[in-house]
T-cell receptor
Framework: SQTIHQWPATLVQPVGSPLSLECTVE??????LYWYRQAAGRGLQLLFY??????ISSEVPQNLSASRPQDRQFILSSKKLLLSDSGFYLC???????????FGEGSWLTVV | AQSVTQLGSHVSVSEGALVLLRCNYS??????LFWYVQYPNQGLQLLLK??????LVKGINGFEAEFKKSETSFHLTKPSAHMSDAAEYFC???????????????FGKGTHLIIQP
């Protein structure tokens, strides 16, 4: 069966520091990968998606970037965090376009 | 562009009562519709989905939803609420607009379901 894991689960970082959140999917190949952010009272916002290694599409211009160095690895990064980057970040995958999206456990980021 | 509206950020029902969580969507193409549940500090878990075919969809934990094209709705129901149903519920739509590429979901803002003993 397929599994998805992301880490770290919680992170407290000072303003201006870098960020790296990692996500891996097991039990499938060539998945579509996604990063979402969840802010209180605002639902989930799609940040990035990827259909293959090195292929990243950004949905929202912002202080964050994403990379996919391997088929089942998806990384969310920032060079300098802002207070507004605080939130709950969710990695997700799907087998194909329009198929069910499965979510990881989430990562709480607090920028102080 | 696709969008999702969930009426009521908080819904409170008594244990054993009917649960009704409302979701309306807009989409320029036939939509795929989803309901997810989120327990505190966890990721989202799929409850049910509608793609094509039968408009009444049954999911896990006794939930079901009915796709009504004329009303652009996909309301979630459960006949009898249980304390363990207390969680955040998200409705989402997929439009498949990025021809050939990935298609992320567009989510509503969520409804917090409170179960009164």
């Amino acid at each position: 069966s397929q599994t998805i894991h992301q880490w770290p689960a919680t992170l407290v970082q000072p303003v201006g520091s870098p960020l790296s959140l990692e996500c891996t999917v097991e039990g499938t190949s060539n998945p579509n990968l996604y990063w979402y952010r969840q802010a209180a009272g605002r639902g989930l916002q799609l940040l990035f998606y990827s259909v293959g290694i090195g292929q990243i599409s950004s949905e929202v211009p912002q202080n964050l970037s994403a990379s996919r160095p391997q088929d089942r690895q998806f990384i969310l990064s920032s060079k300098k965090l802002l207070l507004s980057d605080s939130g709950f970040y969710l990695c997700a995958w799907s087998a194909t376009s329009r198929n069910t999206i499965y979510f990881g456990e989430g990562s709480w980021l607090t920028v102080v | 562009a696709q969008s999702v509206t969930q009426l009521g950020s908080h819904v409170s029902v008594s244990e054993g009562a009917l649960v009704l969580l409302r979701c309306n969507y807009s989409s320029s193409v036939p939509p795929y519709l989803f309901w997810y549940v989120q327990y505190p500090n966890q990721g989202l878990q799929l409850l049910l989905k509608y793609t094509t075919g039968a408009t009444l969809v049954k999911g896990i934990n006794g939930f079901e939803a009915e796709f009504k094209k004329s009303e652009t709705s996909f309301h979630l129901t459960k006949p009898s609420a249980h304390m363990s149903d207390a969680a955040e519920y998200f409705c989402a739509v997929s439009e498949g607009r990025r021809g050939g590429g990935a298609d992320g979901l567009t989510f509503g803002k969520g409804t917090h379901l409170i179960i009164q003993p």
